[in-house]
């Protein structure tokens, strides 16, 4: 009976929500988008000519505002690449790379590879969640798991002075999850945009300047080899 209640309350708050209604009007598939351009209006994240990944994609509303961000080059495109990655299917969108799959496995980095060539990336993007058991310790776990994903894939791909927009929760080890941005990027900031729910506790975490690139790490190590 509660659960129907809340249900309720959920549809009703949704339905009535003027995100929802804003991204109904302007075409976007989800509010998050309205997030994400908070966020890029007050950090200036998303420029002309820059490569752009997206993990955790699907449904695409930040795929769609990146895009329109990126578009006006002359004979329609966009200035830049936009790659979206997502075990899930998505619709397609005009000029945006999408890649279905596990970006842990070969295949499918060997998929990103092929649209990167030599390319660093100068942005990535995620607003992945952990599907939640309702157990605080478990889903503390899993979201902390793919915070961890997000960083090991800058610390592969990104350039030096590009950044990285996880999504978390104040409530899901928010305090080792930052701590470990602190430890992996020269400068770390919490953004809480309007567009997300007051009642949430979702926060976002804007990394700059990786410390540790691997691949840096790597020529290191190999300069220390005898």
Same mark, same amino acid.
């Not at 075990?87 to 005009?94: G, T």
């Given at each position: 009976? @509660?659960?129907?209640?809340?249900?309720?309350?959920?549809?009703?708050?949704? $339905?009535?929500?003027?995100?929802?209604?804003?991204?109904?009007?302007?075409?976007?598939?989800?509010?998050? @988008?309205?997030?994400?351009?908070?966020?890029?209006?007050?950090?200036?994240?998303?420029?002309?000519?820059?490569?752009?990944?997206?993990?955790?994609?699907?449904?695409?509303?930040?795929?769609?505002?990146?895009?329109?961000?990126?578009?006006?080059?002359?004979?329609?495109?966009?200035?830049?690449?936009?790659?979206?990655?997502?075990?899930?299917?998505?619709?397609? $969108?005009?000029?945006?790379?999408?890649?279905?799959?596990?970006?842990?496995?070969?295949?499918?980095?060997?998929?990103?590879?092929?649209?990167?060539?030599?390319?660093?990336?100068?942005?990535?993007?995620?607003?992945?969640?952990?599907?939640?058991?309702?157990?605080?310790?478990?889903?503390?776990?899993?979201?902390?798991?793919?915070?961890?994903?997000?960083?090991?894939?800058?610390?592969?791909?990104?350039?030096?002075?590009? @950044?990285?927009?996880?999504?978390?929760?104040?409530?899901?080890?928010?305090?080792? $999850?930052?701590?470990?941005?602190?430890?992996?990027?020269?400068?770390?900031?919490?953004?809480?945009?309007?567009?997300?729910?007051?009642?949430?506790?979702?926060?976002?975490?804007?990394?700059?300047?990786?410390?540790?690139?691997?691949?840096?790490?790597?020529?290191?190590?190999?300069?220390?080899?005898?």
């Amino acid at each position: 009976m @509660a659960k129907n209640k809340l249900n309720k309350n959920w549809l009703h708050d949704h $339905i009535n929500d003027p995100y929802v209604k804003m991204a109904q009007k302007d075409g976007y598939r989800a509010r998050a @988008a309205y997030k994400l351009k908070e966020i890029d209006e007050s950090e200036k994240l998303i420029k002309p000519g820059q490569v752009i990944v997206d993990l955790g994609c699907t449904p695409g509303s930040w795929g769609q505002y990146t895009r329109r961000k990126l578009a006006g080059k002359e004979g329609g495109g966009i200035h830049g690449t936009i790659i979206g990655l997502d075990i899930l299917p998505m619709e397609p $969108i005009a000029d945006m790379h999408f890649i279905q799959g596990d970006f842990r496995e070969e295949e499918i980095l060997h998929k990103l590879g092929e649209v990167l060539g030599d390319r660093k990336v100068d942005l990535v993007l995620s607003d992945m969640a952990p599907n939640l058991s309702g157990i605080p310790s478990a889903d503390a776990a899993r979201m902390e798991d793919l915070i961890d994903l997000a960083i090991e894939f800058s610390q592969l791909h990104l350039k030096p002075g590009g @950044a990285l927009l996880v999504k978390c929760f104040k409530d899901m080890g928010f305090t080792q $999850i930052l701590e470990k941005f602190r430890h992996e990027f020269r400068t770390v900031k919490q953004v809480k945009p309007k567009a997300s729910r007051d009642k949430s506790s979702e926060i976002f975490l804007l990394g700059r300047g990786l410390k540790h690139p691997v691949a840096q790490k790597e020529a290191d190590d190999e300069g220390d080899a005898p």
